[in-house]
């Protein structure tokens, strides 16, 4: 009888582990359902390390320079200067 016990109590064993594997919290497909998580956070975050990058460059710009302003004023704002004639083409 205790010849029997042991091996199937190991049966028993690998069983519940490979359950684990399988269906449990660190089970396989969870673990590569949260890789492509990750990957989609990552490239989210590239996207927006650009986006930062861009408005980093633009704020330094209206801070150094008055051509970035004016250039602003002018295609946000309609600017324009004293004795300059304004033309808008339409496509």
């Known amino acids: 009888m205790g010849r029997r016990l042991i091996p199937a109590a190991l049966l028993v ?3 519940v582990l490979q ?3 399988w269906f449990g919290r660190g089970s396989v497909p969870n673990v590569a359902r949260l890789n492509e998580e990750l ?4 490239r989210s975050n590239a996207h927006a390390e650009q986006v930062n990058g861009r408005m980093e460059a633009e704020i330094r710009d209206l ?12 295609s946000e704002l309609g ?13």
């Open 39 to 42: 990957a989609a956070q990552k």
């Open 19 to 21: 359950g684990q594997l």
């Open 79 to 91: 600017m324009v200067k004293p004795n300059e004639i304004f033309v808008q083409v339409s496509k």
């Open 63 to 74: 801070k150094e320079g008055l051509e970035m302003v004016e250039e602003k004023a002018r």
């Open 13 to 15: 064993l690998l069983l």
